[in-house]
């Protein structure tokens, strides 16, 4: 039995599969879970899991720097989670920053540059208000020294014609914002799960964000309506990870690309089944119900698969490219496993 080293994220649709509700005859799986900014650092500096949970826009940008035996992945159209991480934005109140379309000239703070969250945020300022990356000041909230934009060089090699900072080590968004240094931010709310972190990454400096005068969401119903515009107007809703393996044990075991895919798809699977399509492994947003979420988005809200995720991951591509994250345009086809194109 091939025994594979499994990196994953805290996931409800992941958990049949951890506590062995769903096993495999073929493979046996050594699982481990953490958060996605550790797993990616892990991912990007040490290379050390066989089977992984991976950034889609870290990914590609993977594709065109790896060297000699380094980040020789192969994505599966596995995704599990929805590139929602940036609808938590706090902005400074004196910013006049109230609605998205504020954003241009202004200075906004996100964890990564290179994270499919920010991706997106800014695929979503385009198409829904013409603002282009070079129209925003970006500030990265990560060290450099734990920046996955770091590990992939984008500090010596920025995207043309956009400015970054990097904060220092004695800097964080929260007092940044508080003190209306920043005009916009996410990715620094205290830690839920304390367990799960080992490495200090997304730092969070103690501002008090409840009854702060100063700081406040931007998004009152979590993002549900720029969600449902964006949808309205792409038919997209946007992924944020995608499942990777190392490609030389594709290669050397025939069908195991089809095995891992088999194994996560029983596991979404079951954990709807388990919460009977309720939250949180089935709805978007907390204030939505499964009637209300299947009449606008379908039945299922996390598809795998090719087929079903085909337009995303082609505007996701064009805006890597068209950002300057990626030099070349990438295609399906070089992309993913060809065991599973047709899926």
């Known amino acids: ?37 550790e797993l990616f650092y892990r991912n ?45 934005l706090f902005v400074n109140t004196s910013s006049g920053v109230r609605y998205l379309g504020d954003l241009r000239g202004k200075c906004a703070g996100v ?43 984008i500090d010596t090699k920025p995207p043309p014609g956009v400015s970054l900072t990097w904060l220092t080590a004695a800097q964080t968004f929260d007092a940044m914002l508080d003190k209306g240094e920043i005009d916009a931010a996410y990715g620094f709310a205290p830690r839920h799960d304390p367990k799960l972190f080992s490495l200090n990454i997304d730092r969070y400096g103690g501002t008090p964000l409840d009854g702060n005068p100063r ?14 515009a964006f949808f309205e107007k792409t038919g997209i809703v946007p992924a944020n990870h995608v499942i990777v393996a190392q490609r030389r044990l594709l290669e050397q075991n025939p069908g195991l690309g089809a095995e891992i895919f088999r194994l996560f798809t029983r596991s979404k699977q079951a954990a709807y089944e388990q919460s009977h399509f309720a ?34 991951l082609e505007m996701l591509f064009r805006g890597s490219h068209e950002q300057g994250l990626t030099q070349h345009l990438a295609t399906i086809e070089e992309v993913f496993d060809p065991a599973l194109l047709d899926t």
């Open 1 to 37: 039995m091939l025994k594979l080293k499994v990196g994953v994220t805290k996931n409800p649709r992941f958990e049949p599969l951890i506590d062995g509700t769903v096993e495999s005859d073929a493979c046996r799986l050594d699982i481990t879970v953490t958060t996605p900014p």
């Open 44 to 88: 990007l500096k040490n290379d050390e899991f066989d089977v992984f949970e991976m950034s889609l826009s870290e990914y590609l940008i993977t594709r065109e720097r790896a060297k000699g035996e380094r980040w020789q992945w192969r994505a599966l159209p596995i995704f599990p989670a929805k590139a929602f991480v940036w609808l938590g």
């Open 111 to 153: 964890p990564d540059y290179v994270m499919t969250a920010a991706l997106w945020f800014r695929l979503f300022l385009r198409e829904l208000h013409g603002i282009e990356p070079r129209e925003v000041s970006w500030f990265i909230g990560r060290t450099k020294d734990l920046s996955h934009g770091g590990l992939l060089n």
């Open 215 to 228: 700081i406040a969401k931007l998004f009152a119903d979590g993002g549900c309506a720029v969600v449902k």
């Open 279 to 312: 939250a949180p492994a089935y709805l978007y947003f907390e204030a939505m119900n499964r009637a209300e979420q299947t009449a606008l988005y379908g039945d299922d809200p996390f598809p795998f698969g090719i087929a079903k995720n085909r337009r995303m």
